[in-house]
Every structure is written in C-alpha cells, then in structure tokens.
Antibody
Framework: QVQLMESGGGLVKPGGSLSLSCAAS????????MTWIRQAPGKGLEWVAY????????YYADSVKGRFTISRDNLKNSLYLQMNSLRVEDTAVYFC??????????WGQGTLVTVSS | SYVLTQSPSVSVAPGETARIACGGS??????VHWYQQKPGQAPVLVVY???DRPSGIPEQFSGSNSGDTATLTISRVEAGDEADYFC???????????FGGGTKLTVL
C-alpha cells in the first residue's frame, strides 16, 4: 500500500533554515509527481510546491517562492523541502502528497514546523 | 489570483443529505477535487475530477460542477462523516493549486 512518511520538522528561529524529507513506498515513486502542502494551526490547507516525476518541473506558491526549494531523489524514493529564511507565518504542519499534475490521492501524516524566537 | 469560496460550516441530521458548496469564477470549466479531513488526521481524497470517487470511498459521496459552483453531496450522513471538507482546483493562469477555505460538517 502507498505510504508517505514525513520527517525533519521541529522548532526553528525566524530567519533560520530547516529541511524536510518524505519517504515514499508502495508505488513507483519515479513515475509520480509529488507535492508539499501545509496547514497552519487551526487553519485551512495551503499548497506549497510540486515537482514533476523527473524533477525538471517545479512550481511554488508565491508565499514561499525564493525561500523554499523542492527536490527529489528517485533512487532513494524520497521527496525534500529545503526551507530558508523562515518566518513565523511558516509555522504549520507540512504534508507530502502523491500527485501534483492532478489530484493528490495519498497524503502523509505530516510533520510540524514551528518558527518562533 | 483565483479564489475558491466555501461556507465555514454546514450542519445536518443523521440520515439526511449534506451539500457543501465551493464557489469560484467559472469553476465549471475546471476539474474540482474534494478532500475530507478529520481532527488530527491527514486529508483524504473523497471526490476527484468533479464527480469520480477513489477506490474505497463509499457511494454516499458524490460531486457535481457547473457554472460558478461545485458541490460535494454526502447522502445518508453518519456521525463518522463529521469533518472538514476542502475543495481544490488548478489555476492555469497562475500555475498554482488553490484550496477553498474549508467547510466544517457537523452531524447534529
């Protein structure tokens, strides 16, 4: 069965950096677009970024463009999100999901990122 | 940028039908996806491409999309259907995915 497991969340100061990972299993990772979505505490869902199956196509939300970088390693079946220049408003649970050029049909359980001084 | 509008809450009695609307300019020309999220859990896809159901999603869940409104319909509502529901579309003018603000379904 499809499994997605995020890791790397934690507490970071404003202006700091953090790197998230998402380990995928149960499907052919290299065939699938992948996406990061976040959810601030008590708020709705916000799309962050997606990456094509081969990694050549990436799109970012305006709120993170220039600060976040999505990438993938198809040999390791892993998706990444490098987050720099973090702001208080980046505090959220970050989900990875399968899909991006179409619906997101499987989601991980999420990892919490807290940006606070 | 494209905006999706959802009512914050909908309440329905058990066994009744819940209709959750998602408004957007000419949304009928886009493919709408719907996600269910229960407290403390990850979202689950319940309807995609306006009206298709992923495997494992019961027939209670259906969708429609026309004009400026897409609708998720949940028939014979049960207590277990209580959750937040989010609509989603791809905005090709900005190359962004857009989510609605979410609707909290309460089963009375």
């Amino acid at each position: 069965q499809v499994q997605l497991m995020e890791s790397g969340g934690g507490l970071v100061k404003p202006g700091g950096s953090l790197s998230l990972s998402c380990a995928a299993s149960g499907f052919t990772f290299s065939d699938q677009y992948m996406t990061w979505i976040r959810q601030a505490p008590g708020k709705g869902l916000e799309w962050v970024a997606y990456i094509s199956s081969g990694g050549s196509i990436v799109y970012y939300a305006d709120s993170v463009k220039g600060r976040f970088t999505i990438s993938r390693d198809n040999l390791k079946n892993s998706l990444y999100l490098q987050m720099n220049s973090l702001r208080v408003e980046d505090t959220a649970v970050y989900f990875c999901a399968r899909g991006g050029n179409r619906m997101m049909d499987h989601w991980g359980q999420g990892t919490l990122v807290t940006v606070s001084s | 940028s494209y905006v999706l509008t959802q009512s914050p809450s909908v309440s329905v009695a058990p066994g009744e039908t819940a209709r959750i609307a998602c408004g957007g300019s000419n949304i009928g020309s886009k493919s709408v996806h719907w996600y269910q999220q229960k407290p403390g859990q990850a979202p689950v896809l319940v309807v995609y491409n306006d009206r298709d159901r992923p495997s494992g999603i019961p027939e209670q869940f259906s969708g429609s999309n026309s004009g400026d409104t897409a609708t998720l319909t949940i028939s014979r509502v049960e207590a277990g259907d209580e959750a937040d529901y989010f609509c989603q579309v791809w905005d090709s003018s900005s190359d962004h995915w857009v989510f609605g603000g979410g609707t909290k379904l309460t089963v009375l």
